[in-house]
């Protein structure tokens, strides 16, 4: 008898841990909100925050000036030669400028141990800087916890 209510405890506890991981799996395929802290009056940072939207993100935004922006970007670990106009975060990482959809999907997927992607310089044609018919080649930056960079993606001029 004690032999049946072992099994039938360890049932429960399997049934149990199938919800946990059922739900679980459901929440990862849901993306985490990007929170953007921008510029007063930008254009391309609404741009870039109407961007993500478009491609289904769930985007909040706060505007933040000088020297309060420029203290976000360095709390999130974003060093200065990879600075550009706002900075968003997402899930644990930094997203510098005008990064593109795909990369930050690539970044959550992958989950690389980094400080998060960076588009220095707003470059013509990245997400929300006008037409990608005709933009100039960039590259997409991971930030090593260390402040180096590499490239995470490069984009051809179009």
């Not at 254009?43 to 870039?48: I, Q, R």
């Not at 044609?125 to 960079?149: C, Q």
Request: aromatic share 6%; proline share 6%; net charge negative.
């Amino acid at each position: 008898m004690s032999g049946h209510h072992i099994g039938r405890r360890n049932l429960m506890l399997a049934a149990a841990a199938g919800v946990a991981l059922q739900g679980r799996a459901a929440w990862s395929q849901a993306e985490p909100p990007i929170h953007v802290v921008k510029g007063r009056g930008c254009e391309c940072c609404e741009a870039w925050v109407d961007y993500l939207r478009a491609q289904g993100f769930t985007v909040t935004d706060e505007v933040s000036m000088g020297t309060l922006l420029i203290r976000f970007k360095m709390d999130q670990g974003v060093p200065a030669k990879a600075f550009s106009c706002h900075t968003g975060v997402v899930d644990g990482y930094a997203l510098e400028g005008h990064v593109p959809a795909a990369d930050i999907r690539r970044l959550l997927a992958e989950r690389p141990d980094a400080v998060g992607l960076a588009v220095p310089d707003m470059p013509y044609g990245s997400p929300g800087m006008g037409s990608e018919d005709s933009r100039d080649a960039y590259d997409v930056l991971l930030i090593r916890r260390d402040g180096e960079l590499e490239i995470f993606t490069s984009y051809p001029a179009a």
